[in-house]
């Protein structure tokens, strides 16, 4: 099945910084790859995805790059503010049942000092 | 549309006894997914169902787990005999396709003691 590696598990920065999660997968075939933010005591919701045919995607401070080739995407947030705070889940889908299902990293725990 | 809906939020109860989780997922959502949370194993995925067919369920930890979508807008997971074990928050979630982000409900919190 799929291994999907996270890192780094906790990050912490200072408001106005910028972060970045990077995450490691190992089915060739995975072509799509969405990003979860889970604040404290809430679900997870979907903030960003990205697709294997294009290489970075942005929506106002969060953005993602893929690299197919050495099989690893990113989160890149910008400006951060402390509302950024949450665990950060990353996907990468892998073959379960005849479906494509995504496996979740660990999570990085963001934590934005004002 | 009011997102997948799960209950009960919180639950608590003694070993042994029967636990029944309830998920409905979005209207037009062909896969649902449950999933458990725990600090120790992050998510992990149980059991999907597309079109309401039970595809994988390899991630059910045991024979005491057992879940069932009677139809396409009510899913059931169910914990019989419960142990301390078992508490962790219990995510349902709701996909249009197979390749697409997941719409998850706002979860059940378990506590078995």
């Known amino acids: 099945g799929e291994n999907v590696e996270q890192h780094p598990s906790t990050l912490s920065v200072q408001e106005g910084d910028s972060a970045v999660i990077k995450c490691t997968y190992s089915?060739?075939?995975?072509?799509?790859f969405p990003w979860y933010k889970q604040e404290l005591g809430k679900r997870p919701q979907l903030i960003i995805d990205?697709?294997?045919?294009?290489g970075e995607k942005k929506d106002q401070r969060i953005a993602v790059t893929l690299n197919k080739t050495a099989k690893h995407f990113s989160l890149h947030i910008t400006e951060t503010q402390p509302e950024d705070s949450a665990v950060y889940f990353c996907?990468?889908?892998?073959?379960?049942?005849?479906?494509?299902?995504?496996?979740f990293g660990r999570g990085t725990s963001l934590i934005v000092h004002p | 549309d009011a997102g997948v809906i799960q209950s009960p939020r919180h639950e608590v109860t003694e070993m042994g006894q029967e636990v029944t989780l309830r998920c409905k997922p979005i209207?037009?959502?062909?896969?649902l997914f449950w999933y458990r949370q725990t600090m120790m194993r992050g998510l992990e995925l149980l059991i999907y169902?597309?079109?309401?067919?039970?595809?994988?369920d390899s991630g059910m930890p045991e024979d005491r787990f057992s879940a069932k979508m009677p139809n396409a807008s009510f899913s059931t997971l169910k914990i019989q005999p419960s142990e301390p074990r078992d508490s962790a928050v219990y995510f349902c979630?709701?996909?249009?396709?197979?390749?697409?982000?997941?719409?998850f409900g706002s979860g059940t919190r378990l506590t078995v003691v």
């Open positions: 089915d060739s075939a995975s072509n799509y």
């Open positions: 209207s037009g959502h062909d896969y």
């Open positions: 979630a709701s996909s249009l396709s197979q390749g697409g982000g997941y719409t």
């Open positions: 990205i697709r294997s045919n294009v």
């Open positions: 996907a990468a889908p892998h073959w379960a049942g005849g479906s494509y299902i995504p496996t």
């Open positions: 169902f597309n079109n309401n067919v039970p595809i994988d």
